[in-house]
């Protein structure tokens, strides 16, 4: 008696749904095979078990070649910042004395040294992105033909040809050092611009406020005392909204926008704040006015200094009287390039601190429109991305994604920025 071909009917549909994950490609080999295979069957009886067993072996080799060719997509790695589960686009901050270490699960690890901000901008299969803010961030890249792995600092990029290095970046100074201990990297951005290798045993340091760099070999540097930490305290980038007087008057020091974290303390017969900001201890500066009062030191500082004030508040925890230096500055200095830095760093706290999305949108929009050619446009234009996605505007998102990869396809926020216009 002829055997039922039923069983070889379910076969191909298990087979089918449980290779379901790996597209539409696989579904419709698996089908075309299994209909063959049926179709030969019904025109030809199976009069034996042995025969049975024979087509169902021959099935199960189809399915297994179709299996070999059709390509599996790779799962994103993972990673943890410290001792938690690590997250896309969240801030991480090494404290003062201790560093934190960002472990990926492909054994990659870049620890950030103390006093030190970063975080990761997006993660792939292959790589990941992170953004230095501010500080020291030491790399031991596992590396392959296929790695994708970059650090931004600042308007520098720095992408991973090798293993082993160390990126310092202080925005207060505008300077970039990064030091290849094994393999190479490339680096591009401002002052730079195109990619420029950078091998073991050298450094390049970057001075974006000079228009200047400097490649030279890591032990000559260190025997002259030539290789200087980049500070710890972050400074702004470019541009200016109209809101701006809106938020002048919103900037009440009353008002909890965020966490505050006491300044520190400031000795009786301090210096003046200024020796403190000259030094780039900024946050030291800012306890240094809050003492002899912040309202006067504002009014009397320079479009630099004022930065400096507005960042040390705002690494102090304090981002009304960051915003009151900031608007200071742009009410009082019409006329300075810096203003667009104070609108930067506004949409900073705005984001950052205040979780305030459609302020932080005009700042950043403000810096791309003031100076587009700038330094920190590129920046601006990916924090822009990030703010109208949190404030929900998702096709102002989209636009602001297709902007970013025409002008950046390369740059830091690409990935996110591809994620929204498929």
């Known amino acids: 008696m002829e055997e039922p071909m039923i069983p070889f009917e379910s076969l191909g549909r298990r087979v089918a749904e449980a290779l379901d994950e790996h597209g539409v490609?696989?579904?419709?080999?698996?089908?075309?095979?299994?209909?063959?295979?049926?179709?030969?069957?019904?025109?030809r009886p199976v009069r034996s078990r042995r025969a049975l067993?024979?087509?169902?072996?021959?099935?199960?080799?189809?399915?297994?070649?179709?299996?070999?060719?059709?390509?599996?997509?790779?799962?994103?790695?993972?990673?943890?910042?410290?001792?938690?589960?690590?997250?896309?686009?969240?801030?991480?901050?090494?404290?003062d004395g201790h560093e934190v270490p960002l472990?990926?699960?492909?054994?990659?690890?870049?620890?950030?040294e103390p006093s030190s901000r970063a975080r990761v901008v997006a993660v792939g299969a292959r790589g990941a992105s992170l953004a230095l803010e501010?500080?020291?961030?030491?790399?031991?890249v596992v590396h392959s033909d296929q790695s994708a792995w970059r650090v931004i600092a600042g308007p520098l990029t720095v992408r991973v040809t090798g293993t082993?290095?160390?990126?310092?970046?202080?925005?207060?100074?505008?300077?970039?050092?990064?030091?290849?201990?094994?393999?190479?990297?490339?680096?591009?951005?401002?002052?730079?611009?195109?990619?420029?290798?950078?091998?073991?045993?050298?450094?390049?340091r970057v001075f974006v406020n000079e228009h200047r760099l400097e490649l030279a070999s890591t032990a000559e540097l260190a025997a002259d005392g030539g290789v200087k930490a980049a500070g710890a305290a972050p400074q702004p980038a470019p541009s200016v909204p109209e809101a701006e007087a809106t938020l002048a008057r919103t900037a009440d020091p009353a008002k909890p926008s965020a966490t505050r974290t006491p300044a520190p303390a400031v000795p009786s017969h301090a210096p003046d704040w200024?020796?403190?900001?000259?030094?780039?201890?900024?946050?030291?500066?800012?306890?240094?006015?809050?003492?002899?009062?912040?309202?006067?030191?504002?009014?009397?500082?320079?479009?630099?200094?004022?930065?400096?004030?507005g960042d040390g508040a705002r690494l102090s925890g304090n981002p009304a009287s960051a915003k009151r230096a900031l608007i200071q500055l742009r009410s009082s200095?019409?006329?300075?390039?810096?203003?667009?830095?104070?609108?930067?760093?506004?949409?900073?706290?705005?984001?950052?601190?205040?979780?305030?999305?459609?302020?932080?949108?005009?700042?950043?929009?403000?810096?791309?429109?003031?100076q587009p050619g700038g330094s920190l446009v590129r920046e601006a234009a990916g924090r822009l991305i990030e703010a109208r996605r949190r404030a929900g505007d998702t096709a102002g998102a989209r636009?602001?994604?297709?902007?970013?990869?025409?002008?950046?396809?390369?740059?830091?926020?690409?990935?996110?920025?591809?994620?929204?216009?498929?």
């Open 399 to 422: 636009r602001a994604a297709e902007s970013y990869l025409a002008r950046y396809p390369a740059g830091p926020h690409a990935d996110l920025a591809r994620s929204l216009v498929r």
């Open 134 to 140: 501010r500080g020291s961030l030491h790399a031991d």
């Open 103 to 112: 472990r990926f699960s492909d054994g990659t690890l870049f620890r950030l």
């Open 25 to 43: 490609e696989r579904r419709r080999a698996v089908e075309r095979a299994r209909h063959q295979y049926l179709a030969i069957a019904m025109r």
């Open 333 to 370: 200095f019409p006329g300075d390039s810096r203003r667009a830095a104070a609108a930067f760093a506004l949409g900073k706290i705005a984001f950052d601190q205040s979780r305030a999305y459609e302020e932080a949108v005009e700042w950043f929009e403000t810096t791309i429109r003031e």
């Open 274 to 309: 200024r020796q403190f900001a000259r030094q780039g201890s900024l946050r030291e500066a800012f306890a240094a006015a809050q003492a002899t009062g912040f309202d006067a030191a504002c009014q009397s500082a320079s479009p630099s200094e004022l930065l400096q004030l």
């Open 53 to 95: 067993v024979g087509l169902a072996a021959a099935v199960a080799a189809v399915l297994v070649a179709i299996g070999v060719f059709v390509q599996v997509r790779p799962r994103p790695l993972t990673f943890t910042a410290g001792e938690q589960a690590g997250v896309v686009e969240t801030w991480v901050a090494a404290p």
């Open 164 to 204: 082993r290095f160390d990126v310092r970046w202080s925005a207060s100074a505008e300077e970039f050092s990064v030091a290849v201990t094994r393999g190479s990297v490339a680096v591009s951005g401002a002052v730079v611009g195109e990619e420029r290798a950078v091998r073991a045993g050298e450094t390049l």
